[in-house]
């Protein structure tokens, strides 16, 4: 019989194998939705170590959910919250330099609230993962909440919010923005070397240097461009009230943005994977109201914006909020670089293995052309309606081609523009019928089939987005903006004054049906606009479509299309470069924001040996020596405008802003800038750009992963690089 004694002791032994079993279940990942104690035995800054792998260690901080990444291999890191803090700060930026998540409020008619994790009543809930964790928040004085999820990866960190967990539960305050580690990497001042990589144009950096307070504000741009669906409050400057004089700034046409610091030799490509849509691209250099540089993705959730209260739009509207919003996961990828790949030519490469990856980004024949474009026919305004202008006819392209071939020109690209009938504004095409001015629909089928014989790729120009209101009826299947009221594209032109919009369902109807009767006669290959790099919401039937639902009708359009048709597409946005044979209309410049210190060839860097890209219009660059070595170092294709006839003729068209066209004076700098630059790309088809360096006195190398390098020299002296002598305005290949 059992002791007393031995009794007690069986009795504790089943409590303690009690007690060590309730603590394995509880510290499994993943098993309850409690928090969590980290492994607090590793820290770093305030942070636990919580996931690592081969590469990386994640560690985190739970009040403000902010995390740190380190490199594993050198011991460097970066962090999402801002460790130093040099005393300046009140309270509210240190909540948006802490925080995981920042929110903008809407309360009433106010959109500049903020909403943080250390300033707020916050209630947070995390959860530990095998690789990361999840947190639940809940702001309890404003009734909103979400559910942040973050993940470690072999190449970074991949952090999300999903839509179905983001909650508004009264409507006394909305959500306006989310931003999700809007200080990750962020430093101060000149702590670190290094700069922010941000995609205007092609691609620029701002430097980690001193500022010295000299910028009050910073980069801000919508990804994939504007959005038409809401009134632009944006002042055009016009000469005489009738010349639109200042260009528009550049689209993003990639989702992405970048930190590097090059001292410490470590870096993030950050790609912004679901929201992108409806996100913009926030980068503001120390002095920009703090000191520390950050640089950020911003999802748009809501926005306010004036409802008119009468047809007469500038009589009187008010303020009011959007029914409803946005509905879509909120994901970004951070790609961290170490060692030398932490720099913008590894994140270029990073982007393009991204990309190629996932099947976003397919390789296509790379084989030199220079690009040469004709103009049909445009309208003049007339005693009665309007007047056809011929600018370039069937037989003078055929004469055009034969004369280039006779001076050694055969490797050729061609869009023909104003082909159809009623000229290049007789929008939207609906059908395959040539205008009988430039020859008729025989005569261009027969140029078509006789250019691909030559081996020159042709293709008939299609805008698929616009209507003219003046030549066809656009009472219905236009874009309304959230306001109910048509949207109105201005030109500031005298014979076609504006342009409407169709609806995305619309532009698929018109151009699946242009399509299937080009393909009856054999015409196939087709250069798209206005769809590649226009997103907008809008509002049709009394319903409000979002910026997603355009994207997802024109991918779906270019999907179901795949195999009938080849397209190029003009300035594609990077969720479309997968259906395009060619990159058309490339930036080789940046919007030239004072606060840019570099420009840097990013998208080139990521689509060169990928597919083939195509210059903006040479004949409207004011420097062209400065523009050809631009498209030396990008590995840019060249393009012309060409028309028969002068340019002159276009005087009292929508087309007069194309100035200089003519053949007879291109002819010659379309010979030489094909024997140069067929000359460089034959010593680097299929190769990818490896790396890219902009040294001192004005010389620029490029690398090519097939071991040819290029030199540049920007100056208008003679320099020397490398042991290599280059004369001013000038580039060497060295195999």
């Known amino acids: 019989m059992a002791t007393k004694r031995e009794k007690q002791n069986g009795a504790l032994k089943k409590k303690i194998a009690l007690l060590l079993a309730l603590v394995c279940l509880l510290t499994m990942p993943g098993v309850f939705s409690v928090p969590l104690t980290a492994h607090a035995e590793q820290q770093l800054n305030g942070h636990s170590l919580i996931a690592e792998n081969s590469r990386y260690a994640l560690y985190m901080n739970e009040e403000y959910l902010s995390i740190i990444v380190q490199d594993k291999a050198t011991g ?39 909403a943080d994790l250390i300033n707020d009543d916050v209630t947070k809930t995390v959860t530990y993962t095998d690789n990361g964790f999840a947190a639940d928040v809940y702001w309890n004085q404003y009734k909103l909440g979400m559910r942040l999820e973050v993940e470690l990866t072999e190449n970074g960190v991949i952090a999300r919010v999903p839509d179905e967990s983001i909650r508004e539960d009264d409507d006394t305050y909305y959500i306006g923005t989310i931003a999700i580690y809007p200080y990750m990497g962020a430093c101060y001042k000149d702590d670190k070397e290094g700069y922010m990589l941000i995609p205007d144009g092609n691609g620029a950096l701002i430097y980690l240097n001193d500022k010295e307070g000299r910028f009050k504000t ?91 209260t009468s047809n007469n739009t500038t009589v ?19 790609l961290f670089l170490s060692g030398g790949e932490a ?40 005693v009665i309606g309007t007047n056809a202008v011929v600018m370039t006819t069937v037989e003078d392209i055929q004469d055009i081609y034969s004369d280039l071939k006779e001076a050694g020109v055969t490797d050729l690209f061609s869009v023909y523009k104003g082909w159809q009938k009623g000229g290049i504004y007789n929008l939207p095409v609906t059908s395959y019928k040539a205008d009988g001015k430039i020859g008729g629909t025989k005569k261009l089928t027969k140029l078509i089939k006789d250019a691909e014989e030559e081996g020159i ?13 003046d030549e066809n009826n656009a009472t219905f299947n236009v874009i309304k903006q959230v306001n109910k009221r048509k949207y109105v594209e201005e030109t500031y032109k005298d014979v076609y004054e504006e342009f409407n919009y169709l609806t995305p369902a619309r532009s698929d109807e018109l151009f699946t049906k242009f399509v299937n009767n080009a393909a009856k006669e054999g015409v196939t290959a087709l250069a798209v606009s206005g769809v590649s790099d226009s997103l907008f919401t809008y509002n049709y039937s009394g319903t409000n479509y979002t910026r997603f639902n355009c994207a997802d009708s024109y991918d779906q359009m270019f999907g179901s299309l795949d195999g009938s048709a080849e397209f190029v597409l003009e300035a594609p946005f990077a969720y479309l470069w997968k259906y395009t044979d060619a990159f058309l209309d490339m930036p ?122 290029v030199y540049i020299n920007y100056s208008t002296s003679q320099q020397t690089a490398d042991g290599y002598t280059l004369e001013g305005m000038s580039y060497k290949v060295v195999e």
């Open 76 to 114: 460097k890191y970066m962090e999402s919250a801002v460790s130093y803090d040099d005393g300046k700060n009140n309270e509210l930026w240190l909540g948006q330099m802490r925080s995981g998540l920042l929110l903008q409020l809407i309360y009433g008619t106010n959109d500049t609230m903020q």
């Open 218 to 308: 910073g980069y801000s741009s919508m990804i994939y461009g504007s959005d038409a669906g809401f009134i632009d409050n944006t002042v055009t400057t016009l000469f005489w009230d009738e010349y639109k004089m200042v260009n528009s700034a550049n689209n993003v046409l990639a989702p992405i943005f970048g930190m590097a610091y090059t001292d410490d030799e470590i870096a993030y490509l950050a790609v912004v994977e679901n929201g992108a849509e409806r996100a913009t691209i926030e980068a503001l250099p120390n002095g920009a109201n703090i000191d520390y540089n950050r640089i950020y993705a911003r999802f748009i959730e809501r926005k306010l914006y004036k409802q008119p």
């Open 316 to 334: 009187g509207s008010f303020d009011t909020v959007e029914s409803d919003r946005s509905h879509s996961d909120l994901q970004i990828r951070y």
């Open 343 to 382: 720099n913008y030519s590894g994140m270029a490469a990073a982007y393009r293995n991204y990309l190629m990856e996932n099947g976003s980004l397919v390789k296509k024949e790379d084989t030199y052309r220079t690009r040469v474009d004709f103009l049909g026919s445009d309208r003049e305004s007339w």
């Open 457 to 469: 790729s042709f293709y008939l120009y299609e805008d698929a987005l616009r209507i003219n209101p």
């Open 588 to 709: 080789l410049y940046t919007s030239s924001y004072i606060y840019e210190d570099e420009s840097v060839p990013f998208l080139s860097m990521v689509l060169k040996g990928v597919i083939p890209m195509y210059s903006e219009y040479v004949n409207f660059e004011a420097n062209k020596q400065e523009f050809f070595l631009k498209m030396v170092e990008t590995g840019t294709y060249p393009s012309f405008y060409l028309t028969k006839e002068s340019s002159a003729d276009l005087i009292y068209t929508n087309s007069n802003d194309v100035y200089s066209s003519e053949y007879s004076v291109y002819r010659d700098t379309i010979v030489e800038y094909t024997t140069q630059l067929k000359e460089l790309n034959d010593k680097v088809a299929g190769a990818f750009i490896a790396g890219h360096e902009i040294r001192g006195n004005g010389i620029t190398v490029v690398t090519y992963d097939n071991g040819v390098t």
